[in-house]
């Protein structure tokens, strides 16, 4: 069974649309992430969410938008797509904030 | 910004022991020491995490100098399938610090 699970896996699409991209975890976690790999291989912190807190990485633009309808989902929702969001956007989920997180395989954006 | 310093990339024998370097000299007390690693295309994968004391697990081992300002990464028996690339992470335990921040790592490359 995959712990950490993102649709779809790859997404296309043209610039100006609105697009999601929707994680689930089946480990319990209490605590979800959305991560950013740009083409240079950087992976930075979108977005953490605790209990129904969120935490905002403030240089992320608020065309994303995270939305959980439970502790097993964290969906992000991206409004008129750029051509810089073009990366691809990992998920993750952790039990609190000491131990491990666990990745999903990656959602591929590409925005033309 | 990420607080560890890592080699850039790294050549290891297959069977042989790989030995990862990470300075982290401006640690403070309550943070700990996460390695994470990145198989090509693939989601970060967890390996192990320390604070004070050394730690082993099934995939490595973990050693922290007492001055806790540097540690190294052991996988004991290098198989090609370790060739990644190897994030030295340093996390603040304290609520709110939730996120990973992941510098650009060591690229690891075990070799026939």
């Known amino acids: 069974d995959t712990a950490v699970s993102q649709t779809p896996k790859y997404l296309v699409t043209q610039m100006g649309n609105d697009k999601s991209i929707k994680c689930e975890q089946n480990?319990?976690?209490?605590?979800m992430y959305w991560y950013k790999q740009d083409s240079k291989k950087f992976l930075k912190i979108m977005f953490s969410?605790?209990?129904?807190?969120?935490?905002i990485n403030e240089t992320v633009p608020n065309r994303f938008s995270p939305k959980s309808p439970d502790k097993a989902h964290l969906n992000l929702h991206i409004n008129s797509l750029e051509l810089g969001d073009s990366a691809v956007y990992f998920c993750?989920?952790?039990?609190?904030?000491?131990?491990?997180?666990?990745f999903g395989p990656g959602t591929r954006l590409l925005v033309l | 910004d990420a607080k560890t310093t890592q080699p850039p990339s790294m050549d290891c024998a297959e069977g042989r022991a790989a030995n990862l370097p990470c300075n982290h000299s401006?640690?403070?007390?309550?943070?700990?020491v996460y390695w994470y690693r990145q198989i090509h295309s693939q989601g970060p994968q967890y390996i192990i995490h320390g604070l004070k004391n050394n730690e082993t697990n099934e995939m490595a081992s973990l050693i922290i100098t007492e001055d806790r300002k540097s540690s190294t990464l052991i996988l004991p028996h290098a198989t090609l399938r370790d060739t990644a690339v190897y994030y030295c992470?340093?996390?603040?335990?304290?609520?709110?610090?939730?996120?990973?921040?992941f510098g650009k790592g060591t690229k690891l490359s075990v070799i026939p």
């Open positions: 969410y605790n209990n129904k807190e969120l935490i």
């Open positions: 480990l319990g976690h209490d605590t």
């Open positions: 992470i340093v996390r603040d335990s304290g609520a709110g610090s939730y996120q990973l921040t």
């Open positions: 401006t640690i403070s007390g309550n943070e700990y």
């Open positions: 993750a989920s952790s039990q609190g904030t000491v131990e491990a997180q666990y």
